[in-house]
């Protein structure tokens, strides 16, 4: 919006072409959303508290989770309003990848803002029922993936490329639906799994959601693609804008998430969350490497997996407790060791990532 607005006023002052630079303008998202999240989060808060709108905790759970019962949470919402802002502020809106990862965002925002709006507003316990929650999920994870498939203008936009190989690359065709509506739903899911400590989804979803931003100006430059052999997808670039929104808004609520949280993030947040970094994986076409730096978000996910399946199949548990981090928690780690030791491994598999784009 004000990228339109700078560029008539730079027919009267040069300066204003500054706003043109994708790194000055993600730059700007970043501190948007940040302030917006820390000037908004005070006053939503006290606004979550005197509705009651707070957190049910499961008195099968570790105890030290007791006492968090009652803290406001829908906290997600905050960091969606926040990204909706920056991103719509300061991205290029003729963009159409702009506009894609906001809708789905925004799609996957409602489905978890009416799971908790059941469960802490109405108090069903059961929330939105599982089957219509991955309804809805899914209707939007297929809706995303076929409007990039058929929105795809190269080759290269629908192929699947394996880090560490120069020169391999899957022309998936049709495939390329099923790969982004797996993406797009299982990291969504998978980021809601992880969070269930103080902070603990919200900051690696920081730190994968920046790499992703520095790999889409990657990709959206025809010359870094050129020079590290990735792919190059025209307008790719301008998800810098989103992604340093996302990073900016996840900031600001870390502020008030971390531990103790005063706020938690809910489903709304979650969700929504988890969706836009596979959408931005998807369109950049770096889904394996969103696979490694996600590690944390896997691992919660498959440790989820393996419980259910081993505990029909021979009614035994594999951990304490799923998803994994609780586990740790019942062997007696307190709740800050999870939190940081997960941000840390967080840190290394996101380092790991990025390295990737230049061993080809």
């Known amino acids: 919006m004000l990228l339109w607005l700078a560029e008539y006023l730079s027919?009267?002052?040069?300066?204003?072409?500054?706003?043109?630079?994708?790194?000055?303008?993600?730059?700007?998202?970043?501190?948007?959303?940040?302030?917006?999240?820390?000037?908004?989060?005070p006053t939503m808060i006290r606004r979550l508290n005197y509705h009651q709108i707070g957190q049910s905790v499961?008195?099968?759970?570790?105890?030290?989770?007791?006492?968090?019962?009652?803290?406001?949470?829908?906290?997600?919402?905050?960091?969606?309003?926040?990204?909706?802002?920056?991103?719509?502020?300061?991205?290029?809106?003729?963009?159409?990848?702009?506009?894609?990862?906001?809708?789905?965002?925004?799609?996957?925002?409602?489905?978890?803002?009416?799971?908790?709006?059941?469960?802490?507003?109405?108090?069903?316990?059961?929330?939105?029922?599982?089957?219509?929650?991955?309804?809805?999920?899914?209707?939007?994870?297929?809706?995303?993936?076929?409007?990039?498939?058929?929105?795809?203008?190269?080759?290269?936009?629908?192929?699947?490329?394996?880090?560490?190989?120069?020169?391999?690359?899957?022309?998936?065709?049709?495939a390329f639906i099923v790969?982004?509506?797996?993406?797009?739903?299982?990291?969504?899911?998978?980021?809601?799994?992880?969070?269930?400590?103080?902070?603990?989804?919200?900051?690696?979803?920081?730190?994968?959601?920046?790499?992703?931003?520095?790999?889409?100006?990657?990709?959206?430059?025809?010359?870094?693609?050129?020079?590290?052999?990735?792919?190059?997808?025209?307008?790719?670039?301008?998800?810098?804008?989103?992604?340093g929104a996302l990073a900016g808004a996840g900031l600001g609520f870390l502020w008030f998430n971390t531990y103790p949280a005063q706020v938690f993030m809910g489903d709304v947040g979650a969700l929504a969350l988890g969706a836009a970094l596979g959408t931005v994986a998807v369109i950049t076409r770096h889904e394996i490497v969103f696979f490694i730096m996600g590690g944390i978000f896997v691992l919660e996910t498959v440790s989820v997996i393996m419980q259910v399946v081993s505990f029909k199949l021979t009614g035994k548990r594999i951990f304490r407790m799923a998803p994994i981090h609780h586990h740790f928690e019942l062997k007696g780690w307190p709740e800050p060791r999870v939190i940081v030791r997960f941000w840390i491994i967080t840190v290394m598999l996101v380092l790991f990532g990025l390295a990737t784009l230049k061993l080809r």
Request: aromatic fraction near 14%; hydrophobic fraction near 50%.
């Open 179 to 243: 790969l982004t509506y797996f993406v797009v739903v299982g990291s969504s899911n998978a980021v809601n799994l992880t969070d269930g400590l103080d902070g603990l989804a919200i900051l690696p979803t920081v730190m994968v959601g920046s790499a992703l931003g520095i790999i889409a100006y990657l990709v959206g430059n025809v010359q870094f693609a050129e020079y590290l052999n990735i792919a190059y997808v025209a307008g790719s670039g301008e998800l810098v804008v989103f992604c």
């Open 58 to 174: 499961r008195d099968d759970g570790p105890e030290s989770h007791l006492s968090k019962s009652g803290t406001p949470t829908m906290g997600g919402a905050l960091i969606l309003v926040a990204i909706a802002i920056s991103t719509l502020l300061w991205s290029d809106l003729s963009n159409s990848y702009v506009w894609c990862v906001l809708l789905v965002t925004g799609v996957f925002g409602a489905v978890g803002w009416v799971d908790d709006y059941r469960k802490v507003v109405q108090k069903d316990s059961r929330g939105l029922p599982a089957r219509w929650k991955y309804f809805w999920q899914s209707i939007a994870g297929l809706g995303v993936a076929v409007y990039l498939y058929m929105n795809s203008d190269a080759a290269a936009a629908t192929q699947l490329f394996v880090p560490f190989f120069k020169n391999v690359a899957w022309d998936m065709g049709p």
């Open 11 to 41: 027919q009267f002052a040069s300066g204003f072409q500054v706003f043109q630079y994708l790194t000055f303008r993600g730059i700007l998202g970043v501190l948007t959303a940040l302030g917006i999240a820390l000037l908004v989060g």
